[in-house]
């Protein structure tokens, strides 16, 4: 059973920087996509970044690029987000997942995993 665990969100300042990380067991992510959506109260969730895990391929939402930067550890099998310049509209509850294809993980789609999500608040 896949299973992802995030931790690492809290309370912070604009301007400030946070890392999430994301442990995931019970598979290989050798073939898979794995990243962050996030949602904000009233809002749909939306993606944020990507990684290929063999291919070490990136996405951004225009959003954040600039200011965020996703990593992985092969070994620990673990996903790292580190928010940047963080501003107060950055504010939502950030979930780990992973698919099998990327247009699954974009689209969360039939057959994407999910984390149980990481609060991140940043004050003005």
């Known amino acids: 059973q896949l299973q992802l665990v995030e931790s690492g969100g809290g309370l912070v300042q604009r301007g400030g920087s946070l890392r999430l990380s994301c442990a995931a067991s019970?598979?290989?992510?050798?073939?898979?996509?794995i990243g962050w959506f996030r949602q904000a109260p009233g809002k749909e969730r939306e993606f944020v970044a990507s990684i290929s895990w063999n291919a070490v391929r990136t996405d951004y939402d225009d959003s954040v690029k600039g200011r965020f930067t996703i990593s992985r550890d092969t070994v620990k099998n673990m996903v790292f987000l580190q928010m940047d310049t963080l501003k107060p509209e950055d504010t939502a509850v950030y979930y780990c997942?992973?698919?099998?294809?990327?247009?699954?993980?974009?689209?969360?789609?039939?057959?994407?995993?999910w984390g149980q999500g990481t609060q991140v608040t940043v004050s003005s």
């Open positions: 019970g598979f290989t992510l050798d073939d898979y996509v």
């Open positions: 997942a992973a698919a099998g294809a990327s247009s699954v993980f974009r689209s969360m789609g039939l057959g994407i995993y």
